[in-house]
């Protein structure tokens, strides 16, 4: 998937809330994932991520003590963030519902990088046959749904509180366009490791493979509508786009291909000529996303083709295989029936996977207390201090 909005870290927390860590931008695991930075392998534990969203929400509930108009702080603190990407951009913006989307913004990240890391094959049993267990599969799942209720939360709850002048001089990968596009990417991704958990199932029908092929091909869909109205001309936007055309065309084929063998269950001729035309409109498709794919990972920055994995492993062997076979089978009927040779419409269904819902911690207790205002050292000085204190190690 295409890189994420750029991964924005503040230069310091509060003292209380210090952290020493580091994120980079890299090519991602799960299907050369845009939708994630990978952290560097001392973090790379679940401990870590997990200390780190707790500090998150810690903080979360201290800011928005700051974003409240009542207690008139609102534009007090100056918060610096720096591009990692870049390495020399910082933004600085005095504004704590910046601040408070920014937060948010990377506690979605951690959770696609986390998701990542479950999709990492591994060695269990010391025979040197990596694989992606079923339990990573589904908490890889459920890790993308989370990371979409974080973005859906910054879209609909956060963005609009920031002022406009602020938002117009964001990065263009901080688009609300930009955002909702990912979310939805996850939901898709999400979709596709079901179909591949379906695909090794020997209980899953056929109808239930076609459905998860049909709902992974309406959410890159809308990801992609998503995209189309944004300005892409940041550094991966182009490429962000490429990678769901590309995800696009994987699914359509897929879906055509689940529903010609539906299809091909039926006993009536149209059934077998409506089939073989779904089987080749799959295989059409499936060598279209691998123009897109390589497409993909030409556009800058270029990246290694990532390799096949779960369902589309699979599909990639048996599309062509059951599109030649089967139009050998039926090619009597094809030429009988060609006033119905044409592609059926696939079935419209339902989606299953939503963003999960997302809210703030509660404020902290310490903004209800009325001693507050009379600490020794205002909050501005303290994180000015703080700041000193860091670039001075």
């Given at each position: 998937?295409?890189r994420s ?5 503040p230069?310091?927390?509060p ?5 020493d860590?580091?994120?980079s931008?890299?090519?991602?695991i799960l299907?050369?994932s845009?939708l994630?930075?990978?952290?560097p392998?001392?973090a790379?534990?679940g401990?870590a991520i997990?200390?780190?969203?707790q500090?998150l929400?810690?903080?979360l ?7 409240k108009?009542e207690?008139g ?5 100056v918060?610096?963030w720096?591009?990692?990407g ?7 913006v005095?504004n ?7 937060v ?13 890391t479950?999709?990492?094959p591994?060695?269990y049993?010391?025979s ?12 890889a799942?459920?890790?993308l ?11 609909r709850?956060?963005l609009?509180r920031i002022p406009?002048?602020?938002?117009t001089?964001?990065s263009?990968?901080?688009?609300d366009g930009?955002?909702?596009a990912i ?6 991704q999400?979709?596709?490791i ?7 199932s ?10 998860l092929?049909c709902?992974?091909?309406i959410?890159?869909?809308q990801?992609?509508q ?25 699914a359509?084929?897929?879906a ?13 001729p149209?059934?077998h000529?409506?089939a073989?035309?779904?089987f ?5 498709l499936?060598?279209e996303?691998k ?7 030409l556009a800058?920055?270029v ?7 779960g369902a589309?492993k699979h599909l ?6 059951v599109?030649?076979r089967?139009?050998?089978m039926?090619?009597y009927?094809?030429?009988q ?7 059926p419409?696939?079935p ?7 963003p999960?819902?997302y809210e ?5 207790p310490?903004w209800?207390s ?5 600490q020794?050292?205002p909050?501005k000085?303290?994180l ?10």
């Amino acid at each position: 998937m295409p890189r994420s909005p750029s991964f924005l870290f503040p230069d310091s927390f509060p003292s209380c809330l210090s952290l020493d860590m580091e994120v980079s931008a890299s090519h991602s695991i799960l299907e050369a994932s845009f939708l994630s930075h990978s952290l560097p392998l001392s973090a790379y534990s679940g401990s870590a991520i997990t200390e780190l969203r707790q500090a998150l929400e810690e903080y979360l509930s201290i800011l928005i003590g700051l974003a409240k108009k009542e207690h008139g702080l609102e534009d007090l603190v100056v918060f610096k963030w720096k591009n990692l990407g870049d390495g020399r951009q910082e933004t600085c913006v005095a504004n704590a519902w910046f601040e408070l989307f920014s937060v948010v913004h990377m506690m979605a990240m951690l959770a696609l990088s986390e998701a990542d890391t479950l999709m990492i094959p591994k060695d269990y049993s010391g025979s040197g046959f990596r694989v992606v267990s079923t339990d990573c599969k589904r908490d890889a799942v459920d890790l993308l749904l989370k990371a979409a209720g974080y973005l859906e939360f910054c879209v609909r709850n956060v963005l609009s509180r920031i002022p406009a002048e602020i938002r117009t001089s964001l990065s263009k990968d901080l688009q609300d366009g930009v955002l909702e596009a990912i979310s939805i990417q996850a939901l898709g991704q999400g979709t596709e490791i079901q179909l591949g958990l379906a695909v090794e199932s020997q209980k899953a029908t056929l109808s239930v493979k076609r459905r998860l092929a049909c709902e992974q091909l309406i959410y890159y869909g809308q990801a992609y509508q998503c995209l189309s109205g944004c300005d892409l001309s940041h550094g991966y936007g182009k490429k962000q786009m490429w990678f769901i055309k590309w995800k696009f065309l994987e699914a359509k084929a897929a879906a055509y291909y689940y529903h010609g063998l539906v299809l091909d269950k039926g006993n009536e001729p149209t059934c077998h000529v409506s089939a073989v035309c779904c089987f080749l409109a799959a295989q059409e498709l499936l060598v279209e996303s691998k123009k897109t794919r390589i497409t993909f990972c030409l556009a800058a920055p270029v990246t290694r083709a990532p390799p096949l994995w779960g369902a589309m492993k699979h599909l990639h062997q048996k599309i062509p295989e059951v599109a030649s076979r089967k139009s050998q089978m039926y090619g009597y009927l094809l030429e009988q029936e060609k006033a119905l040779q044409s592609l059926p419409d696939l079935p419209d269904f339902q989606l299953s996977l939503r963003p999960d819902d997302y809210e703030l911690p509660g404020i902290d207790p310490a903004w209800d207390s009325e001693k507050w205002e009379k600490q020794s050292q205002p909050l501005k000085e303290h994180l000015k201090d703080t700041e000193d204190e860091i670039e001075t190690e």
